[in-house]
Nanobody, 121 residues
Framework: QVQLVESGGGLVQPGGSLRLSCAAS????????MGWYRQAPGKQREFVAA???????NYADSVKGRFTISRDNAKNTAYLQMNSLKPEDTAVYYC???????????????WGQGTQVTVSS
């Protein structure tokens, strides 16, 4: 059984910063890509950022230059540093990861439960 647990969300003023964490736990042999998605009220879930096990990153145009994704492979944890936050960044942020639990079995995709980020004055 594998779990992804996000933390670090909260209320912040425009222009402020937050750092989200996503910790994977359970039976884990290897983790390929880890990523962050977000869903604002009344909108579809959208891609924010992703990072491969080798450290290659990809970002949505709306967050480039403001958000930074990173990971600590030894801790099975991914981070999302969010700077210069805007009200339109308000959403529930979800962690996503491709995880191989047992060698020789299929790699599966997992989602966390989400953490709320609210940007408001």
């Amino acid at each position: 059984q594998v779990q992804l647990v996000e933390s670090g969300g909260g209320l912040v003023q425009p222009g402020g910063s937050l750092r989200l964490s996503c910790a994977a736990s359970g039976t884990i042999f290897s983790i390929n890509a880890m990523g962050w998605y977000r869903q604002a009220p009344g909108k579809q879930r959208e891609f924010v950022a992703a990072i491969t096990s080798g450290g290659s990153t990809n970002y949505a145009d709306s967050v480039k230059g403001r958000f930074t994704i990173s990971r600590d492979n030894a801790k099975n944890t991914a981070y999302l540093q969010m700077n210069s936050l805007k009200p339109e960044d308000t959403a529930v942020y979800y962690c996503n990861a491709d995880i191989l639990s047992v060698r020789g079995t299929p790699r599966l995709n997992y989602w966390g439960q989400g953490t709320q980020v609210t940007v408001s004055s």
